[in-house]
């Protein structure tokens, strides 16, 4: 199956004041795929991850140049709909974030907020989301009780739900699993080959082996910049560029 662009960002530079944290980034991120980011701590990847649906935007003194074109559309661009952009443009962070609410308001804040009233429209919203984050079955008889109460895997795998219950193209993980055990962990990898089939995906993981277990391409960052992007089995396997090959090979970082 050949694959379409859904994001490409083209010659983008990230300054934090005077510190450029992003130089020169060209990237094209592939629709229905699992793209990886890589790379050794404070080279950039979060900072780069954030910049796909503007969340730097929350922070002083960022200035950011060049573009970020997602089908098509520069969303840079002055006329961008914020809130359209964060509704197609999901995030899960390191740690599992639910509301002090409960199991099913933490899924049907975002379509409520999204102009969702009726009650068994919302039901569905519910079920369709947990069941879409692989959660379904292990809530479905305490909807009622406090997100706070489940397990950490649960409440990353309900973070998930939220993402989806607003229906977005894109979701972005950052480091989704460090929190996480070994068995909550192998479930979200489980979980992100299904999600791919409706959902482009862009994932920071420090952890190599999970980059090469989910993902279909792989971006090595270092010192703010990518140094190359492959497919996820040539970069293991026959990275082009020597820093690449140091860093997977666990020579630094
Ligand atoms: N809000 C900020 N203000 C100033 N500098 C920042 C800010 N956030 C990040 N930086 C700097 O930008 C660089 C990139 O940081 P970033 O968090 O993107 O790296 P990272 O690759 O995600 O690191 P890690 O793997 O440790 O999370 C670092 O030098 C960091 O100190």
């Known amino acids: 199956m050949t694959s379409r ?11 934090y004041g005077d510190f450029q944290a992003l ?10 795929k699992v793209t990886a980011l890589i790379g050794p701590s404070g080279c950039g990847k979060s900072t780069f991850i954030r910049t796909l649906n503007r969340m730097n935007d929350l922070i002083d003194n960022v200035k950011i140049k060049g573009e970020i074109l997602l089908d098509g559309a520069d969303i840079y661009d002055d006329r961008c709909d914020l809130i359209q952009l964060r509704k197609s443009v999901g995030m899960v962070f390191q740690k599992p974030n639910p509301f002090p609410k409960t199991v099913y308001e933490n899924v049907a804040y975002g379509p409520k907020i999204h102009g969702v009233k009726n009650k068994s429209t919302l039901d569905e919203i519910v079920e369709k989301s947990l069941r879409g984050a692989a959660l379904w079955d292990e809530v479905k008889g305490r909807l009622d009780k406090p997100a706070l109460g489940l397990s950490g895997g649960q409440q990353q795998r309900l973070c998930i739900a939220r993402c989806l219950a607003v229906e977005p193209d894109v979701l972005l993980m950052d480091e989704p699993t460090s929190a996480l055990d070994p068995i ?9 080959e299904d999600l791919k089939k409706q959902y482009t995906i862009v994932i920071v993981t420090h952890n190599m082996q999970q980059a090469g277990r989910v993902s279909d391409f792989t971006s090595f960052f270092l010192n703010g910049e990518i140094i ?26």
Request: net charge negative; hydrophobic share 35%; proline share 2%.
């Open 5 to 15: 662009t859904k994001i490409k960002v083209n010659n983008l530079n990230l300054f």
């Open 184 to 192: 909550s962990t192998l479930k979200i990898e489980d979980l992100l």
């Open 23 to 32: 130089i020169d980034i060209n990237l094209d991120i592939m629709a229905n």
């Open 228 to 253: 190359e992007t492959d497919l996820t089995d040539n970069i293991f396997s026959k990275p082009r560029d020597k820093r690449t090959e140091d860093y997977i090979t666990g020579r630094f970082g």
